[in-house]
């Protein structure tokens, strides 16, 4: 491909805005993933936390340490859980700003991209 300077110029810069905006839409499928996780998690620790709800002092309460089953007091298991679901809670609005900035960032590439693309045509059309 024959091309002036300006023409290349331009291209190189529609180039880094295409990888600048290939690069963060690998970052949102991974995001959009880790939020799946963390949501299932979430559904996991809520269902937990309701069958806590439906037990009365008599009920005993264990909890898996690698192999072994330990005792653990029922209001212990309901505390450790609420804040199980308290910080999960703030990781999923966290990533929910981290990924509604990553698609304002695309945005921006996006435009770019089309802005550099449109004045690349006109240069080249003007040879």
């Known amino acids: ?71 653990q007091e029922l209001e212990d298991s309901r505390q450790n859980v609420g804040k199980r679901i308290e910080y999960i809670s703030k990781e999923l609005e966290r990533s929910t700003d981290t990924l509604e900035n990553m698609e304002k960032d695309m945005l921006k590439h996006r435009e770019a991209v089309a802005k550099y693309q449109q004045q690349w045509q006109v240069a080249a059309a003007m040879k």
Do not use: I, W
């Open 1 to 71: 491909m024959n091309m002036d300077k300006n023409s290349a110029a331009l291209y190189k810069k529609m180039q880094t805005e295409v990888e600048s905006y290939q690069n963060l839409q690998k970052s949102c499928v991974k995001m959009v993933k880790q939020r799946a996780l963390l949501e299932g998690q979430l559904n996991e620790n809520k269902c937990v936390l309701d069958e806590l709800s439906l037990l009365g002092p008599d009920n005993k309460v264990f909890k898996l340490f690698g192999p072994v089953l330990v005792k």
